[in-house]
């Protein structure tokens, strides 16, 4: 079992920037591959971004540029540095972890084992 805690999320104006990060428990938290998705209110959970155990990186179009993924394996957390936010950005976002080689893509909420509770961004404009 794998738990996920998000912090950092809050509110802020269009613009500004936000880190959120994701601790998890467990002793091989470098071979997971992590990702973010959100949901915004009335619509199904969309991928945001993930970082492979190799390093690999992956991003949503509409977040390239904006958006960094990265970990830290010595302290078992993943990061989500969200710059120039727009409030079509608000949404609960949320930390999942893979945990196990499947064949699911890992920009998919089913390539995921594990997921935090969520935390909310709120942009303003």
């Known amino acids: 079992q794998v738990q996920l805690v998000e912090s950092g999320g809050g509110s802020v104006q269009a613009g500004g920037s936000l880190r959120l990060s994701c601790a998890a428990s467990g002793r091989t938290f470098s071979t997971y591959g992590m990702g973010w998705f959100r949901q915004a209110l009335g619509r199904e959970r969309e991928f945001v971004a993930a970082?492979?155990?190799?390093?690999?990186?992956y991003y949503v179009d509409f977040v390239q540029g904006r958006f960094t993924i990265s970990r830290d394996n010595a302290k078992n957390t993943v990061y989500l540095q969200m710059n120039s936010l727009k409030p079509e950005d608000t949404a609960v976002y949320y930390c999942a972890a893979r945990t196990t080689s499947n064949a699911r893509p890992i920009t998919r909420t089913g390539g995921y084992d594990f997921w935090g509770q969520g935390a909310q961004v709120t942009v303003s404009s």
């Open positions: 970082i492979g155990a190799s390093g690999r990186l």
